[in-house]
């Protein structure tokens, strides 16, 4: 059995019942650009704080929004952050780990020890650091949690690289003259993508949180666009004569983050090599 198919085991159940959640969230947001049963942003206080009805699936809001249209299109804004959120940490953290890794042992721990002091400021702080000088928004929100995800990436990839360079092929590939940049590309790179991609998927399911967190704070995305965050910090007055406003939001907000944390489980069950030995 060739290497390549002994790492790739059976599906689990959490791989796929975490794809399906997962699926499920891209799928309403690629339905909410074509489709929302009403407009999202149309306040019209003749119908607001209807209940749940054939015209307005989860009811309607203070504002007399249809409540199912945002989150449709709450679902957009939340894989929109994620998205940009990972890639800005991907981008960043995963060369800034190779080099760690491959570098001289010095280099290697003061790059980690810089890395650690970016670790200390978690996530919100950093993104409410820096709502208080650029001002709450979207982009913001999107590089604020994805500078705070660089820590994470960089310190997996760098323990990926220090394995893979311990490796017969590369050190018969450094006896042979190839260069690190060579060394890196076509050995190291191909061989911590699969960290890579369950690192990603780990790192979504807390950008969508930390998005719905600072919606929620008044510094993440602005109204009038829909933020599942936003629906539960409007709901708060609500709560003892509307509960489901903040209901929906808050399954949506829990199944997503649910759906990703068990697609990062799956996918570190079958392509961590680290767990070959233990089934």
Request: proline share 6%; glycine share 10%.
């Amino acid at each position: 059995m060739s290497a390549d198919r002994k790492r790739r085991r059976p599906v689990t159940g959490s791989l796929l019942v975490g794809g399906l959640i997962v699926a499920a969230v891209i799928g309403m947001a690629l339905l909410s650009f074509v489709w929302t049963p009403h407009d999202p942003t149309l306040v019209d206080p003749s119908v607001r704080l209807q209940e749940p009805s054939s015209d307005y699936w989860f009811g309607t809001d203070k504002f007399g929004r249809d409540v199912f249209s945002q989150i449709l299109v709450g679902s957009r804004t939340t894989l929109f952050v994620g998205f940009v959120a990972v890639g800005v940490a991907a981008l960043i953290g995963v060369p800034l780990g190779i080099v760690a890794g491959m570098a001289p042992r010095w280099c290697g721990e003061l790059l980690m020890r810089g890395n650690d002091l970016l670790l200390a400021f978690p996530a919100l702080l950093l993104a409410i650091m820096f709502a208080a000088v650029y001002g709450a928004g979207t982009l913001v929100a999107m590089v604020a949690i994805g500078i705070a995800s660089i820590p994470h990436f960089a310190r997996l990839i760098r323990g990926g690289t220090l394995q893979i360079m311990r490796t017969e092929y590369v050190i018969a590939a450094r006896a042979a003259g190839r260069g690190p940049f060579a060394i890196a590309v076509r050995h190291v790179l191909p061989n911590v993508s699969g960290l890579v991609i369950v690192q990603a998927s780990v790192g979504f399911a807390i950008a969508v949180l930390a998005e719905a967190a600072l919606s929620f704070l008044g510094f993440g995305t602005p109204p009038p666009t829909p933020s599942w965050g936003r629906m539960l910090q409007e709901s708060q007055e609500l709560l003892s004569i509307a509960p489901r406003l903040a209901v929906f939001p808050g399954v949506a907000i829990a199944v997503a983050v649910l759906g990703f944390n068990l697609l990062g489980d799956g996918l570190r069950d079958r392509f961590d090599p680290k767990l070959e030995d233990r089934r």
